[in-house]
Each structure stands twice: as structure tokens, then as C-alpha cells.
């Protein structure tokens, strides 16, 4: 067929700047809209996006899967679950791993499965969210908290060393933001204090010494001196809640390491029989034909994953790397932005880590708690949605009842009072990136 030279030119110019073209017409059609929005606004605000902190990042895959779950017949506990939980196992370098509802489900669990209650000592961080907290408290042990280091996230090791009684049993450190703790101080700590243990049963007899349970909800993906988050820590806890980096709406995973003298089947059973009323049948099994007979050893608790959750994680954990990929990339971004501004900022990849990077922590020098809030509503403003992580939690009414008082955690309330959460999801585009940090330069201009 013979072409006319005008179309075989177009073609070629097409073939050769084609691209470049589309991107200069998308970027003129923004800045239209923009002007647009600018003159019906009568010449306010160039620009203004709505940005959410944490939206999910949900595709056709997620969607198949459930669609899937849902035609199969089986919603609740099944095929899917166990299948997300071998591929984390594997994506964690693990022999095995449980799915619950949630990453605080398994932290408690994981403090039942190790006969820890009344009379026993956990001790985890003063930063960080209720839930690495509470669980202690749902298995009637007694907390005891420790002050973050000056100007970090991570507990004080010193001070956890000093906090270290004959009734410790647990340590949980938190992988805040996604970045993990330095596990060979925790390590060192339980090993210099080994002499103090008293164990109070089989499963702490194997271990013989303090054991270190991760609450790593943020931390899924992490690597420390070239391991995975997950094969580091003795138990190490992820949460899949709906503002994670991988999510099921609502969900968690618990992963340990080899402990000699456990049969890890063994291990998962108990996780079962903990997770699902003490019954010796998961609803599974008891509907196989004829195979109705089943007995309840415990009166134990209810918090297992059901089958819709386990398709998305499924589907969630084949996108992971890419979406890790793009977590890296802005808070490269970020952190390129954010240069040569008066403030500290997370050290999210090095020679020998990489965060998930689940969260962007920004803190800005010199400004006091009242300014910070009006920082974040000058965002709210402009459309972006912040965040502070966290508020310490001696300053929660819940553990001021305990007894726990700030003035006695002054690092973790030096990091509170001027911490800015940036929102951090790979539904940002870069245009979004840029907005958001020339939004924030221009809101600490006041200061
Ligand atoms: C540090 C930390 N630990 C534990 C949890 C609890 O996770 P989940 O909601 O899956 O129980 C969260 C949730 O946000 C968290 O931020």
C-alpha cells in the first residue's frame, strides 16, 4: 500500500517525539485546568490538590481475588489464607508463618503461646502506637516502658538495660516507619542479662533467656545487615491494616525463627487453636463429609483471617516489590525536596538497611508543639492530609491510669512535639510530591 509522504512523515515524527508531545499536552492540560480553577476561585490558590494520608492501593488483582473468593464457595478461613501464609514464609526466609485479623492479634497470641501473664515484666517502647502496649496488658502481664534515645525513635538501650529485672520476659521493640531497630544492642542486652531469666515453662526453658518479639506492623519488607525483617527478631509480628504498605483491610502475620526442641508444625497448631476458640477442627475441616467431630481444649480466642482477606493479601504480596520500588522512590524524592530545610528527616536506606518505608517522618528544629499543629493545618488548607506518629504513649489517658507520667519520658516528648507525618502512599504521583513540598516550604516560611 502506498503512503502519502505527509502521513509517512507524520508517522515517523510521531514514532520519534511522539511521547514528548503527549507529555507537554498533559502537562499544558493541567496547568489549564489549574488556571481554570484559579480564575472561578477568583484568583486564589493557584493550586489545590486533595491529597489522603494512606489511601489502599487496590487493582484488578486484588479485585479478581476476591471476586474469586467469593464464587468459590469459601470465604472464611481456607485455601487462600494458607496459601499468602507459605508465600510469606518464603518471602520472610521462615519455615512458617500465621495469618490473623490483625498484627495485634499475633502479638498477643504470640505472649500466650509463651505462657506470658500475671507477675511477668514486657517491656517495649514509650513511642509507639497502644497496640505494641496493650497486648501486654490483655495477657495480664505488666508493662514497663523506656524512653527513646535523644533525638531517635529507637528505646534508649542503656536504658532498657537498666529496666531489666528477674521477672523479664519480653522485649518488644517497634520497626517504626519501617526502619528496623538495631537488633545486635537488643541481642547483646538479653545475652548480658541471661543470668537474671527465670523461665516458667517448656517453651521459655528452650529459649533460656529474655525473648525479643518485633512489632514490626510497619516493617513488612525491611532488611537489616542483609536480612529480612521476619527472620531476625524471635517472633516478629506484621500488620496488614488498611493504612499498611500491603494490606487485607484488616489482618497481620506472625513469623519466628527456629526454636530448638519445637516442632514448627506444632507451633502452628497452637497458633490455631489460640486464634480459633481452642477447636481442634477449623470450620474447613469439620465440613468435609462425615467429619462433623471436633473438641474445644482451651477457651481461647476468636481473631483468624478469613478467606476474602487472604485473596487480597495474595494478590498485594505479587505487587509488593513493585510497590516497595515506588515507596523508594518518593522518599527520594523527599528527601531531595526537603534538603537544606532546618529539619531532621529518617535515614531510610543504607549499606546495611532498607526501610519499607512505610512512613515519612519530618522533624522540624526550633518549633514548639502549638506551632507544629498550626503547620498541619496550613496543610489541611492546601489539601494534604498529615499526620503526627505518635503521641507518646505516657501522654494516652489509658497508661497515665497506669501510673506512667511523661515528664519521665523526655526524649519520646521531644520528638512528639514537632514531628510531622507526610502522606506516603504509591497513589501519589511526582506532580503530588512537588506539591507537597513546596506546600510545606511555604508553611515554614512563617517560622
Ligand atoms: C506500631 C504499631 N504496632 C501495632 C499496630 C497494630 O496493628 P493492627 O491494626 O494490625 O493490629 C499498629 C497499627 O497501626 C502500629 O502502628
Redesign the pocket.
Known amino acids: 500500500m502506498k503512503i502519502h509522504p505527509l502521513l509517512k512523515e507524520a508517522r515517523l515524527f510521531f514514532k520519534r517525539d511522539g511521547f514528548f508531545v503527549i507529555y507537554i499536552l498533559r502537562y499544558i492540560d493541567n496547568y489549564l485546568l489549574s488556571f481554570i480553577v484559579y480564575i472561578l476561585r477568583g484568583g486564589k490558590n493557584m493550586e489545590n490538590r486533595l491529597i489522603p494520608f494512606s489511601p489502599p492501593d487496590m487493582s484488578d488483582e486484588e479485585i479478581n481475588e476476591v471476586i474469586d473468593t467469593l464464587k468459590s464457595g469459601w470465604i472464611t478461613t481456607g485455601p487462600k489464607v494458607k496459601e499468602f501464609e507459605r508465600n510469606i514464609a518464603e518471602y520472610c526466609h521462615t519455615s512458617k508463618a500465621v495469618c490473623l ?7 498477643e497470641m504470640t505472649l500466650r503461646l509463651l505462657g506470658i501473664g500475671p507477675g511477668d515484666e514486657v517491656i517495649t517502647s514509650a513511642y ?5 502496649c496493650s497486648v501486654i496488658c490483655h495477657v495480664g502481664a505488666t508493662p514497663v516502658l523506656v524512653d527513646v534515645k535523644k533525638d531517635t525513635y529507637e528505646m534508649d538501650y542503656e536504658q532498657l538495660s537498666k529496666k531489666i529485672t528477674s521477672r523479664t520476659k519480653v522485649i518488644i521493640p ?3 516507619a519501617g526502619i528496623m531497630c538495631d537488633y545486635d544492642a537488643i541481642y547483646q542486652i538479653v545475652e548480658d542479662k541471661k543470668a537474671l531469666f527465670t523461665p516458667n515453662n517448656e517453651m521459655q526453658e528452650a529459649f533460656n533467656r529474655i525473648i525479643v518479639m518485633a ?4 516493617a513488612f519488607g525491611a532488611s537489616w545487615h542483609g536480612k529480612k525483617c521476619g527472620e531476625v527478631a524471635d517472633f516478629t ?5 488498611a ?2 504498605n500491603l494490606t487485607t483491610a ?3 502475620a506472625v513469623v519466628w525463627k527456629d526454636i530448638p526442641g519445637f516442632n514448627n508444625e506444632w507451633i502452628y497448631k497452637q497458633y490455631q487453636l489460640l486464634s480459633l476458640h481452642g477447636q481442634t477442627k477449623d470450620a474447613l475441616n469439620k465440613t468435609k463429609l462425615g467429619s462433623w467431630e471436633y473438641d474445644i481444649v482451651s477457651p481461647a480466642y476468636k481473631c483468624n483471617m478469613t478467606d476474602i482477606m487472604g485473596g487480597i493479601g495474595l494478590a498485594q504480596l505479587r505487587r509488593y516489590p513493585k510497590l516497595l520500588a515506588r515507596r523508594k522512590e518518593i522518599i527520594q524524592m523527599y528527601d531531595k525536596g526537603l534538603s537544606g530545610l532546618n529539619v531532621k528527616l529518617l535515614d531510610h536506606y543504607g549499606e546495611d538497611h532498607q526501610s519499607s518505608g512505610h512512613l515519612y517522618f519530618v522533624r522540624i528544629n526550633g518549633i514548639t508543639l502549638e506551632q507544629r499543629n498550626e503547620i498541619i493545618e496550613k496543610m489541611a488548607e492546601r489539601g494534604i492530609a498529615c499526620n503526627v ?2 503521641k507518646p504513649l505516657p501522654m494516652l489517658t489509658a497508661y497515665k491510669n497506669l501510673g506512667f507520667d511523661i515528664k519521665d519520658y523526655p526524649n519520646a516528648y521531644g520528638q512528639f512535639v514537632n514531628e510531622i507525618t507526610l502522606p506516603l502512599h504509591t497513589k501519589l504521583s511526582d506532580e503530588d510530591i512537588q506539591y507537597i513540598i513546596s506546600s510545606l516550604k511555604d508553611a515554614l516560611s512563617c517560622y
Open positions: 485479623n490483625s498484627a495485634t492479634a499475633c502479638m509507639t502506637y497502644t497496640a505494641s517497634v520497626d517504626l512489632d514490626s506492623a510497619h509480628s506484621f500488620s496488614f491494616h493504612v499498611k484488616e489482618g497481620g506518629h505518635y
